[in-house]
């Protein structure tokens, strides 16, 4: 009988989880978790989510959705967006999408630039949030000094497109994603598992993969 009333967590932990446990133990009557705060990668799918939600029927209060968004590098999080009821009811029903920036932490902006056509480069810029990973001094020189009005803009890899004075995800620069927290190369996993089996695969098929299993890797079958 938990008395959790606030869970944060990566989407990667909750399909872990699995769709029963989450019925079972988050999306029941009895719960005490009143907001869920998700962050480090997508949000959660429409898909996914119907599975864990829709079975309750109108009358189950559901815990307030939290989307966070942001680089390790600006400490980490630079936006929140709370999903009201309605929110939440219109994106698992597939007929809107969840901003990727919500309302700004202090000291926290962002700009885009052109990337072709109607998508845009997103940077997140800070003049005092900025912190080193791994022991990292490359961004030293870009530490704003006392009074200064510089501030540093971050690459976060993300392509959005903007609606309404919306930013909504649209793709990644490059072939590089978060699972679990941990950054994820997709070309160097791919060149792993063909460069070793390209001896032994004659034959190889292709299975479609839905977005909440996040199964990252093509199945490959020999004769």
């Given at each position: 009988?938990?008395?959790?009333?606030?869970?944060?967590?990566?989407p990667s932990l909750l399909y872990k989880i699995g769709v029963?446990?989450?019925?079972?133990?988050?999306?029941?009557?009895?719960?005490?978790?009143?907001?869920?705060?998700?962050?480090?990668?997508?949000?959660?799918?429409?898909?996914?989510?119907?599975?864990?939600?829709?079975?309750?029927?109108?009358?189950?209060?559901?815990?307030?959705?939290?989307?966070?968004?942001?680089?390790?590098?600006?400490?980490?999080?630079?936006?929140?967006?709370?999903?009201?009821?309605?929110?939440?009811?219109?994106?698992?029903?597939?007929?809107?999408?969840?901003?990727?920036?919500?309302?700004?932490?202090?000291?926290?902006?962002?700009?885009?630039?052109?990337?072709?056509?109607?998508?845009?480069?997103?940077?997140?810029?800070?003049?005092?949030?900025?912190?080193?990973?791994?022991?990292?001094?490359?961004?030293?020189?870009?530490?704003?000094?006392?009074?200064?009005?510089?501030?540093?803009?971050?690459?976060?890899?993300?392509?959005?497109?903007?609606?309404?004075?919306?930013?909504?995800?649209?793709?990644?620069?490059?072939?590089?994603?978060?699972?679990?927290?941990?950054?994820?190369?997709?070309?160097?996993?791919?060149?792993?598992?063909?460069?070793?089996?390209?001896?032994?695969?004659?034959?190889?098929?292709?299975?479609?993969?839905?977005?909440?299993?996040?199964?990252?890797?093509?199945?490959?079958?020999?004769?």
């Amino acid at each position: 009988k938990s008395k959790l009333t606030h869970l944060q967590c990566t989407p990667s932990l909750l399909y872990k989880i699995g769709v029963c446990l989450m019925r079972k133990y988050i999306f029941h009557p009895e719960t005490k978790i009143q907001y869920f705060i998700i962050g480090g990668e997508s949000f959660p799918s429409q898909t996914w989510l119907k599975q864990c939600i829709d079975y309750q029927g109108s009358s189950f209060k559901l815990p307030s959705f939290v989307n966070l968004y942001g680089t390790t590098e600006m400490s980490p999080w630079s936006s929140y967006y709370i999903l009201s009821d309605v929110v939440l009811s219109e994106y698992i029903g597939g007929r809107i999408m969840i901003p990727i920036i919500g309302r700004l932490f202090p000291e926290t902006y962002y700009r885009t630039e052109p990337h072709h056509s109607d998508v845009f480069s997103l940077y997140l810029g800070t003049d005092s949030r900025i912190c080193f990973i791994d022991g990292d001094s490359s961004m030293l020189s870009h530490v704003p000094r006392k009074n200064s009005n510089y501030r540093h803009f971050i690459p976060t890899g993300d392509l959005v497109q903007m609606k309404d004075s919306s930013v909504f995800y649209f793709s990644r620069v490059n072939n590089c994603i978060k699972r679990d927290g941990k950054m994820i190369n997709l070309d160097f996993l791919t060149n792993e598992v063909t460069g070793k089996a390209e001896k032994f695969i004659k034959r190889c098929i292709f299975l479609s993969v839905f977005e909440f299993e996040r199964t990252l890797l093509k199945f490959y079958y020999s004769t």
